[in-house]
């Protein structure tokens, strides 16, 4: 089964909303977060959701119309002990992100463990909730870049490059394209974020299944978002009772 011409459009899509985004839409979703605009957050976090939902509708939509196999996509029925497997790598990572959330919050009680924490934070300031509305929104989008992404970048795109140079290549190009997707943040976190699509493209490709995957992608970038509200709401206690950070 080769890729039809709307296979290409929505390559094209992803490949166009990737610039967009880098060199025109996220700067200015920056610039109205660090001038205090009131709601540029909520937005930003409003629109990533929409626009990653109405590419993947458009992508199982053209499964769905054109019939294909859902297996095709990695959303079909798999063998129980493949699905069970990728569940459990899930499981162990999804509890390794929990404990490694244990140990941020017993760092936030020492200033200079919070400084370091929101330096290594920093590319990511503009994407972090500061308030509690803020936070619940954040959740959504975590939610839907587990889902999207994975039918996107672990479903679509290692379907389409595979059809043309077969599954091992096609595992290393959509995970170096899942990194340029994440560009906007920095180009430092491109490679980092290739790696983080590796290890996901290997899980389903061992599971077979993009649900893992999901539960995966959507509890990393929860946990980064958890992080990032609460070292950020230690970061700003001290100030606000008028004392140094670095102390």
């Not at 798999?78 to 459990?88: D, K, Y």
Request: proline share 5%; aromatic share 10%.
């Amino acid at each position: 089964m080769k890729p039809s011409g709307f296979d290409y459009a929505a390559l094209i899509v992803l490949v166009a909303a990737t610039l967009f985004e880098w060199l025109w839409y996220w700067p200015r979703c920056v610039r109205a977060i660090r001038e205090h605009i009131p709601g540029a957050r909520g937005r930003a976090y409003r629109n990533i959701i929409v626009a990653e939902w109405l590419v993947a509708l458009y992508v199982l939509g053209l499964w769905f119309t054109k019939d294909r196999p859902w297996s095709a996509l990695c959303l079909g029925s798999i063998a129980p002990l493949r699905l069970v497997a990728g569940f459990l790598v899930a499981a162990i990572i999804v509890t390794l992100l929990l404990l490694q959330g244990r140990k941020v919050q017993k760092m936030l009680a020492q200033p200079k463990a919070i400084a370091r924490l929101r330096e290594k934070l920093a590319f990511a300031d503009p994407l972090i909730p500061e308030t509690s509305g803020e936070r619940y929104g954040f959740w959504l989008v975590a939610i839907t870049a587990g889902i999207c992404e994975e039918i996107l970048f672990r479903g679509f795109l290692m379907w389409f490059i595979a059809a043309w140079t077969g599954l091992a290549i096609a595992v290393i190009i959509s995970s170096l394209l899942f990194g340029c997707a994440h560009i906007y943040l920095g180009a430092a976190h491109v490679p980092k974020t290739a790696i983080v699509g590796l290890l996901l493209a290997l899980v389903v490709v061992v599971s077979g299944s993009l649900w893992p995957a999901m539960v995966i992608h959507a509890a990393l970038d929860l946990s980064a978002g958890e992080i990032g509200f609460h070292v950020g709401r230690a970061a700003t206690a001290p100030l606000e009772a008028g004392e140094p950070l670095t102390s």
